[in-house]
């Protein structure tokens, strides 16, 4: 996304905590005795571990532990689990009882914790969180252990295999001087030892595909019909449920949802979580690596009013992020990111997607993917859109304006214009397009997504917002270069958007500099950070809470750091390591360790230094 100097907030932002409890199986009986050994299934045994679908079955001892209230924020999702922090004489605790199977060789608790406090000693704890599985402590935690951020914890529990125990955290703090103890994706990893527990790093479900049929009212703000996706576990860990994300119910509430999920099949429904932006679906049996599953259900959506990557301005409808995508489990465990209005949440995996989208035939409709036109019932016709290799799709409906050519390379681009954009400024994003697609895929690599659409409005308040092959942009020659330039940063290399958006915006607005021919000489030098915690490479639920210094550090600071970057490296070593790392990321996902390892493989020159300068942890 490009930001606008001064954006606001989108109409109907307002969002609403889903209140409903998601239902879930009961933790296994007990295995009794057997002949011989049993069999180990993999399996993770805490339910609830993100605290993503209400308080079942943690019993705590306060009604605050359990939260998504500020003051702290959540490893992943919205929800965590807050112990302490009261400055004053106080126990808390946290606890839930749960089997682990006999027959594995190997059982892991793992847990994400983050400490802060008050307390100003380096020697004395004050303050301490034990973790315990039945009377046994397994670990000891306090106010020493302070950090940044979350820093995840992995015990063996592999000795408790075949009991039903209790799995606890207490936190106790003193009389005076507050320390936080807060707890998110907890896990209890069970296999046979011979496999990476739940939370190895393989990104899963993989290769998705989807299969949409939609059909539109006579205005295009209203799509109606079913979708479907087959997927398959990557990962050596049974997958026994997806997470759907229903992104654009932000501009909702979860009692009017602009999307809204019926009648699945291939799977049982659970409760809206992540203010209505994550549905948890429960496979019929779990799905072992290399195991394949189908989903489907109704789809119903409504566009809202307003200039907005998910809204109409007048006759004009864009749909971005408005088809429901699977989230990602790796190594953190399922990724159930709030919406960020402020820049991106997303982070999905390369799938292949078929649109059939029947409209009238006085809407026009711009789509992700190579799009036929075939004539429908009366006065209507159906787009049909496929695209390969892509992390989403989007697609706007309305009276546009089109023109169409093709660059020197051969790619053909489309711009599609609202009422009010003259003929001459179409034409300038035309020639925009046409250059900025060619001169990206000549230091990235080629363009691989058959046509690219551009959506033009000058009403959209945040800028320009980029998906596969479909970008919505102002009239603006830098925006629609910055735009098209996400194709590879994000769209081709794509990354935790919510996580690192250093990854993708950086790297695109470096992109936009060398494509107009930007060096970024001095830029480094006006550099000016507002606390000792700002840094390029924190996350959006950093950024969230300092919005003001999102644009200017993530966007502005991290492309003056690959700038500094080339100086370090030289012109021809730093345009050979951004092709190849776009080479050997290609519908895969970058991270900043996998980008820091590759930029010190490409010199002989110590980067630690320069990671340190440039605030560029991971």
């Known amino acids: 996304m490009r930001p606008t100097p001064h954006k606001a907030l989108g109409a109907g932002a307002l969002t609403v905590a889903a209140v409903a409890a998601l239902v879930l199986p009961g933790t296994p009986a007990t295995a009794g005795p057997a002949a011989a050994p049993a069999a180990c299934t993999p399996a993770q045994v805490v339910t609830n571990g993100g605290f993503e679908t209400g308080t079942s079955p943690w019993t705590a001892s306060s009604s605050t532990v359990i939260t998504s209230r500020s003051g702290q924020t959540a490893h992943n999702g919205s929800s965590y689990a807050w112990l302490d922090g009261a400055g004053t004489t106080r126990t808390d605790t946290l606890s839930q009882s749960v089997t682990i199977p006999s027959g594995c060789a190997a059982a892991t608790l793992t847990f994400w914790l983050h400490t802060d406090t008050a307390e100003t000693t380096s020697s004395i704890a004050y303050d301490k969180l034990t973790a315990k599985i039945g009377g046994s402590t397994l670990a000891t935690y306090s106010n020493l252990d302070e950090n940044t951020g979350y820093v995840q914890k992995s015990i063996d529990v592999s000795s408790f295999a075949g009991q039903t125990v209790t799995l606890s955290f207490t936190g106790t703090e003193d009389s005076s001087l507050q320390t936080s103890f807060v707890l998110d994706d907890i896990a209890l990893d069970t296999s046979d030892g011979s496999t990476p527990p739940a939370t190895d790093a393989t990104r899963t479900p993989a290769a998705p595909a989807y299969t949409v049929n939609l059909s539109s009212d006579t205005s295009g703000t209203v799509w109606t019909g079913h979708e479907s996706v087959t997927f398959t576990n990557a990962s050596a860990t049974a997958l026994g449920e997806v997470y759907l994300r229903l992104w654009d119910n932000y501009h909702g509430s979860c009692d009017a949802m602009p999307i809204k999920v019926g009648n699945v099949t291939g799977g049982t429904a659970g409760a809206l979580s992540v203010a209505c932006t994550a549905l948890r679906i429960d496979l019929p049996s779990p799905l072992a690596q290399g195991q394949s599953a189908t989903i489907g259900f109704d789809l119903g959506i409504t566009v809202p009013s307003g200039a907005d990557r998910f ?308």
Request: aromatic content about 12%; charged content about 15%; proline content about 3%.
């Open 311 to 618: 809204g109409h301005d007048g006759a004009f409808s864009f749909l971005g992020n408005a088809l429901p995508v699977l989230a990602v489990r790796d190594g953190a465990g399922w990724h159930l990111d709030p919406y960020t209005n402020n820049g991106e949440s997303f982070y999905s995996l390369a799938a292949d997607f078929k649109v059939t989208l029947d409209h009238p035939s006085t809407l026009l409709v711009p789509a992700t993917g190579t799009s036929t036109d075939t004539p429908g019932s009366s006065g209507r016709t159906v787009t049909t859109a496929t695209a390969a290799k892509v992390r989403d799709f989007a697609w706007a409906a309305g009276p546009f304006t089109r023109i169409s050519g093709t660059s020197a390379a051969g790619v053909p681009v489309n711009v599609y214009s609202v009422s009010g954009i003259s003929s001459s400024s179409a034409q300038s994003m035309l020639s925009t397009a046409r250059t900025a697609v060619d001169a990206h895929a000549a230091r990235f690599g080629a363009y691989p997504y058959g046509e690219l659409d551009a959506v033009i409005d000058n009403n959209y308040w945040f800028g320009g917002m980029e998906y596969p092959g479909f970008v919505l942009d102002l009239v603006s020659t830098t925006a629609l270069t910055h735009e098209i330039a996400h194709q590879w940063w994000y769209g081709i290399v794509g990354d935790d958007e919510y996580t690192s958006p250093w990854l993708d915006e950086a790297f695109t607005d470096y992109a936009t500099d060398l494509a107009q021919g930007k060096t970024g000489t001095n830029c480094w030098s006006s550099v000016s950070w507002a606390s000792s915690a700002e840094k390029i490479s924190n996350s959006m639920a950093y950024w969230d809470a300092h919005s003001s210094r999102y644009s200017t550090v993530v966007y502005g600071y991290g492309k003056c750091a690959l700038h500094d970057l080339r100086r370090v490296l030289g012109d021809t070593a730093m345009a050979k390591l951004l092709k190849d790392y776009a080479s050997a990321h290609w519908y895969g996902v970058s991270t900043t360790a996998e980008f820091k390892a590759a930029a010190q493989a490409a010199t002989s020159t110590d980067l630690t230094s320069f990671w340190t300068q440039h605030r560029i942890e991971g």
